[in-house]
């Protein structure tokens, strides 16, 4: 299973844009590459997934470079209730495949 | 709307105790699986199941099993609960007719034990 790497924490003030970056340098063909948010108390929600280039939704934009041994996953003018552990996790959509999660990356929006 | 409900958010027990901790998705998922989270160590794969009683290890199978009697159902058991397995444990369901591969949370279970 592909090993992913991101930051501890980031720090960010409302309305500015947050950029993770998550770098999975043994990633597979087959692979994709997904973010999970995950509020205190709760369980992770599913973000973001993409494959290659750039995917974008109502919550978030994922950007994955030509070699996808990185990813960034970009939250446009974050708000305090943004303020979450993000989890970058890769591996193949293969029903069942099961996921490994790292630590993830600890966002602070601060007023 | 997914759900996935877990039986119980907070449980103390004590040490040597059979601990169920119970799961149940609605919307027909084939896979399940059951994830332990502590402070600094993310989220860690206990067991995970593909279908009605198939099960096979995670990553941190030792002291616990599993159930998997209905589709809809699964259950994590702690034989012997120890100071040890005191975590947040947490459930969650994914479809293989979608095949996504996402993973959809149950809100967690709180279990200390004394």
């Known amino acids: 299973l592909a090993k992913t790497t991101q930051p501890i924490s980031m720090d960010s003030y409302e309305g500015q844009e947050v950029n993770i970056t998550c770098s999975h340098n043994n990633i597979a063909t087959n692979d994709y590459i997904t973010w999970y948010q995950q509020f205190p108390s709760q369980g992770p929600r599913f973000i973001i997934q993409g494959y290659k280039t750039k995917v974008t939704n109502e919550v978030a934009s994922l950007f994955i470079p030509a070699d996808r041994k990185s990813s960034t996953l970009s939250l446009p003018r974050v708000s305090l209730s943004d303020t979450a552990v993000y989890y970058c996790?890769?591996?193949?959509?293969?029903?069942?495949?099961?996921?490994?999660f790292g630590g993830g990356t600890r966002v602070l929006v601060k007023p | 709307d997914v759900k996935v409900t877990q039986s119980s958010r907070y449980l103390v027990k004590r040490t040597g105790e059979k601990v169920f901790l119970e799961c149940v998705q609605d919307m027909d998922h084939e896979n399940m699986f059951w994830y332990r989270q502590d402070p600094g160590l993310g989220l860690r794969l206990i067991y995970f199941s593909y279908d009605v009683k198939m099960k096979e290890k995670g990553d941190i199978p030792e002291g616990y099993s599993v159930s998997r009697e209905k589709k809809e159902r699964f259950s994590l058991i702690l034989e012997s609960a120890s100071t040890n397995q005191t975590s947040m444990y947490l459930c969650a369901s994914s479809s293989n007719v979608l095949n996504t591969g996402e993973l959809f949370f149950g809100e967690g279970s709180r279990l200390t034990v004394l």
């Open positions: 996790l890769v591996g193949d959509k293969a029903a069942g495949n099961k996921l490994t």
